[in-house]
């Protein structure tokens, strides 16, 4: 059984930053792709950024780029997702997912965290 704790969401004004850190329990973390989805009210959940197990791979969704940078530091078995110039439109409930490669779809990852509330205001 994998455990995922999310933490570092909060309120933010518009153009702020966030940090959001992903605690794993998997003991081979260091093998897992790891995503970060996000699910805005009344919204499907999406995904926002995944890396691979070396984190010599990273993939954003387009709304993202060159704000938000995915990272993850397998020694301590965790991801982060480093959110800046944020955007009343970033307002969700974020969760991390592992999964065996990175995807982005719901359904390729097993385990999922229980969510941290970002929201930004204008």
Not at 20 to 27: D, E, G, P, V, Y
Not at 33 to 56: C, D, L, T
């Amino acid at each position: 059984q994998v455990q995922l704790v999310e933490s570092g969401g909060g309120l933010v004004q518009a153009g702020g930053s966030l940090r959001l850190s992903c605690a794993a329990s998997a003991r081979t973390f260091g093998r897992f792709a790891m995503a970060w989805f996000r699910q805005a009210p009344g919204k499907e959940r999406e995904f926002v950024a995944g890396i691979m197990w070396s984190a010599g791979s990273t993939n954003y969704t387009d709304s993202v780029k060159g704000r938000f940078t995915i990272s993850r530091d397998n020694a301590k078995n965790t991801v982060y997702l480093e959110m800046n110039s944020l955007k009343p439109e970033d307002t969700a409930v974020y969760y991390c997912a592992i999964g065996g490669q990175v995807s982005r779809w719901v359904a390729s990852y097993g385990y999922w965290g229980q969510g941290t509330q970002v929201t930004v205001s204008s």
